[in-house]
């Protein structure tokens, strides 16, 4: 990883790697976020990383593939390896990276320059994945914090506390010279065992084996590329970094998905004591939230399955394809794709319950608000009656006598007061009536 081309005096092309070292890195998700999903933040890959004649693509499709945030070399004698330690190996260099991804994660790559065997790289490789190691007596999340502190960047954390490092990692074995395949099949499996090569899942990336100087290799967690160029090395890097953060995006997105399910149907169930504006409210905020999460499965996941279309290399476009078919990335898509598609009908389902029930009670209120206004008209003409009876020239009115006398004039106020309370009763059965009704529906889309 130079941003210093190589010796290629008089070459049309550029030679194979030099380094004297083996190179292991691992690249780790981190639960860190930029503020801006869309845009990733950090410097040009071509900062840090030489990508030879491919830099050009890179440069223009800068905003869709990762960016360095922060690089820290680190003193090999700070570092220390639980597995590793026992070995003969010599740890010449360390390096700390951290990416940021369009729609994804901070992704921390660790790379550490190793003189020893091939073989006695397994040891290391499995303390890299389950991180037992420490860089300056720190934790390699600790570590990877700090730079990222350091790093000036507005950052999110989705899991609200200090940033961890996930489980969506992938590693990378760079060597200098060709290796056997039972070597090979040795590394990516992280066992010195033997394998029946017709039960494994190792692909090999047709052209990065096209010469017989060089070759390569991808498994579902560990990649080795043996006597490579260097800016192909450095473009396998940046492709596995973009798958990692896919994976791991993808992975926040199936959760997401799942938790609005559970939410609508709690939603479903609550009927009878969330208000309806309330409820309202919480089904527009998951309407919302099923949007950013197909969103960011369409940038963040589904656009990181093809490099072609921006770097038009064999090379890179051909191992990029090997990774992202072996970490079965296309499958968790078509099955996340799958959930959020269920997770929006059964919301669409709740709101045309809601709009039902709305609709329902909107009916019921107005033929309640009709009867409540042929109430008070029955009242009133009652009353008019009443009126009109005793200041009219009638000979069934007594002068002599009180309006109030009950007694003369009973036969009339009771006709008056059975229409009063025929209409009482007309309004209250209605009120009793749309309540049962209101009650009837909501335990029927309970059960359902």
């Given at each position: 990883?130079?941003?210093?081309?190589?010796?290629?005096?008089?070459?049309?092309?550029?030679?194979?790697?030099?380094?004297?070292?083996?190179?292991?890195?691992?690249?780790?998700a981190?639960?860190?976020?930029?503020?801006?999903?869309l845009?990733?933040?950090?410097?040009?890959?071509?900062?840090?990383?030489?990508?030879?004649?491919?830099?050009?693509?890179?440069?223009?499709?800068?905003?869709?593939l990762?960016?360095?945030?922060?690089?820290?070399?680190?003193?090999p004698?700070?570092?220390?390896?639980r597995?590793?330690?026992?070995?003969?190996?010599?740890?010449?260099?360390?390096?700390?990276?951290l990416?940021?991804?369009?729609?994804?994660?901070?992704?921390?790559?660790?790379?550490?320059?190793?003189?020893?065997?091939?073989?006695a790289?397994?040891?290391?490789?499995?303390?890299?994945?389950?991180?037992?190691?420490?860089?300056?007596?720190?934790?390699?999340?600790?570590?990877?914090?700090?730079?990222?502190?350091?790093?000036?960047?507005?950052?999110?954390?989705?899991?609200?506390?200090?940033?961890?490092?996930?489980?969506?990692?992938?590693?990378?074995?760079?060597?200098?010279?060709?290796?056997?395949?039972?070597?090979?099949?040795?590394?990516?499996?992280?066992?010195?065992?033997?394998a029946?090569?017709?039960?494994?899942?190792?692909?090999?990336?047709?052209?990065?084996?096209?010469?017989?100087?060089?070759g390569?290799?991808?498994?579902?967690?560990?990649?080795?590329?043996?006597a490579?160029?260097?800016?192909?090395?450095?473009?396998?890097?940046?492709?596995?970094?973009?798958?990692?953060?896919?994976?791991?995006?993808?992975r926040?997105?199936?959760?997401?998905?799942?938790?609005?399910?559970?939410?609508?149907?709690?939603?479903?169930?609550?009927?009878?004591?969330?208000?309806?504006?309330?409820?309202?409210?919480?089904l527009?905020?998951?309407?919302?939230?099923?949007?950013e999460?197909?969103?960011?499965?369409?940038?963040?996941?589904?656009?990181?399955?093809?490099?072609?279309?921006?770097?038009?290399?064999?090379?890179?476009?051909?191992?990029?394809?090997?990774?992202?078919?072996?970490?079965?990335?296309?499958?968790?898509?078509?099955?996340?794709?799958?959930?959020l598609?269920?997770?929006?009908?059964?919301?669409?389902a709740?709101?045309?319950?809601?709009?039902?029930?709305?609709?329902?009670?909107?009916?019921?209120?107005?033929?309640?608000?009709?009867?409540?206004?042929?109430?008070?008209s029955?009242?009133?003409?009652?009353?008019?009656?009443?009126?009109?009876?005793?200041?009219?020239?009638?000979?069934?009115?007594?002068?002599?006598?009180?309006?109030?006398?009950?007694?003369?004039?009973?036969?009339?106020?009771?006709?008056?007061?059975?229409?009063?309370?025929?209409?009482?009763?007309?309004?209250?059965?209605?009120?009793?009536?749309?309540?049962?009704?209101?009650?009837?529906?909501?335990?029927?889309?309970?059960?359902?």
């Amino acid at each position: 990883m130079s941003a210093t081309p190589p010796a290629a005096a008089g070459l049309p092309f550029d030679p194979i790697v030099a380094r004297p070292s083996h190179r292991l890195s691992i690249v780790i998700a981190t639960s860190a976020e930029t503020a801006d999903l869309l845009r990733a933040d950090g410097q040009l890959p071509e900062t840090y990383l030489r990508l030879g004649r491919l830099a050009g693509f890179y440069r223009d499709a800068d905003n869709q593939l990762p960016r360095v945030l922060a690089v820290r070399d680190l003193d090999p004698a700070t570092l220390a390896f639980r597995r590793g330690a026992g070995t003969a190996a010599t740890i010449r260099a360390g390096r700390l990276w951290l990416f940021d991804v369009q729609a994804g994660p901070v992704v921390a790559v660790l790379s550490v320059d190793l003189d020893c065997d091939p073989l006695a790289l397994i040891p290391f490789l499995e303390d890299l994945y389950y991180d037992d190691l420490t860089v300056d007596s720190n934790t390699l999340d600790v570590a990877a914090a700090d730079l990222l502190d350091g790093a000036n960047a507005t950052v999110r954390q989705t899991g609200g506390g200090p940033l961890e490092l996930t489980s969506q990692r992938h590693q990378m074995v760079f060597t200098s010279a060709t290796l056997p395949e039972d070597t090979i099949q040795r590394l990516i499996y992280r066992a010195d065992l033997d394998a029946n090569p017709e039960y494994s899942s190792i692909q090999y990336p047709a052209e990065l084996n096209r010469r017989p100087t060089s070759g390569a290799a991808v498994g579902a967690y560990v990649s080795v590329l043996a006597a490579q160029q260097d800016y192909i090395e450095n473009c396998a890097l940046l492709s596995a970094v973009q798958v990692v953060a896919a994976s791991c995006k993808i992975r926040s997105v199936r959760f997401a998905a799942y938790e609005t399910l559970l939410r609508v149907r709690e939603l479903g169930t609550a009927r009878t004591t969330m208000t309806t504006p309330t409820r309202r409210a919480e089904l527009a905020r998951l309407h919302e939230k099923l949007a950013e999460q197909e969103l960011a499965l369409t940038f963040g996941v589904e656009a990181a399955c093809e490099i072609g279309i921006l770097i038009p290399a064999l090379r890179v476009e051909n191992f990029h394809r090997q990774l992202v078919a072996c970490t079965g990335l296309r499958d968790s898509i078509a099955t996340v794709s799958t959930m959020l598609a269920r997770a929006t009908s059964v919301l669409a389902a709740e709101e045309a319950s809601q709009t039902s029930l709305d609709a329902q009670r909107r009916d019921l209120r107005r033929l309640r608000y009709g009867v409540a206004i042929g109430l008070l008209s029955t009242i009133a003409v009652p009353i008019g009656i009443i009126l009109g009876f005793f200041g009219g020239n009638y000979t069934q009115v007594d002068g002599d006598r009180s309006m109030f006398d009950w007694s003369h004039y009973h036969d009339m106020y009771l006709a008056v007061l059975g229409m009063i309370l025929a209409a009482g009763a007309v309004f209250a059965v209605l009120l009793l009536a749309e309540r049962y009704q209101i009650r009837r529906t909501t335990r029927s889309e309970n059960r359902n």
